[in-house]
């Protein structure tokens, strides 16, 4: 299934738990960066709720097209067209993105990774839902990522603020 056709089936849905969870940690001023933000969903949940959202993803048609009719909120909303790997992550609070990591091969979701540990500020909250290793869509890959919760917190930052981990298992 293309980008394009999964935010097609999957706009309109509600915000996921994660989403809903991680917004009791996040001062009314933060920027968040929604990582793969597909059909935003959770964008609009975050705007919506007055946060100003960063909507990261490499096919923005869809969510360009639902933003004209959400016009109380879409100036909270900044849209970029761009692959993750090459996004400058710097100067936001909030990095969320919920399964987009997962589809990642596992050499960029560790350069990934690397960038997010070393180029977020001090007490940058992450919010993230990734693929476990008992998940019903893993298999023994380098074209994904799949891990478990001991392998992931093992590569995490020890002055990160707070985390927020869901895996899909």
């Not at 980008?3 to 009791?24: C, D, H, M, N, Y």
């Not at 960066?33 to 048609?61: H, M, P, R, W």
């Not at 180029?119 to 992450?126: A, P, V």
């Amino acid at each position: 299934m293309s980008s394009e056709q999964f935010q097609k089936v999957t706009q309109g849905e509600p915000p996921r738990e994660l989403a809903k969870r991680i917004i009791k940690y996040l001062d009314k001023n933060c920027l968040i960066l929604d990582c793969g933000c597909g059909a935003c969903n959770d964008t609009i949940f975050f705007a919506s709720q007055g946060y100003k959202v960063i909507a990261l993803d490499k096919e923005t048609k869809i969510l360009e097209n639902r933003l004209k009719n959400l016009s109380d909120i879409k100036d909270r909303i900044t849209v970029l067209k761009s692959n993750i790997m090459d996004f400058e992550i710097e100067g936001i609070d909030c990095f969320y993105s919920s399964f987009t990591l997962s589809f990642l091969s596992k050499k960029d979701f560790y350069e990934l990774w690397n960038n997010i540990r070393y180029k977020l500020k001090k007490h940058t909250i992450i919010g993230i839902n990734i693929f476990g290793n008992r998940d019903e869509w893993y298999r023994d890959t380098d074209d994904m990522t799949f891990m478990d919760k001991e392998e992931f917190t093992s590569n995490q930052r020890q002055d990160m603020a707070s985390f927020f981990i869901l895996f899909n298992t």
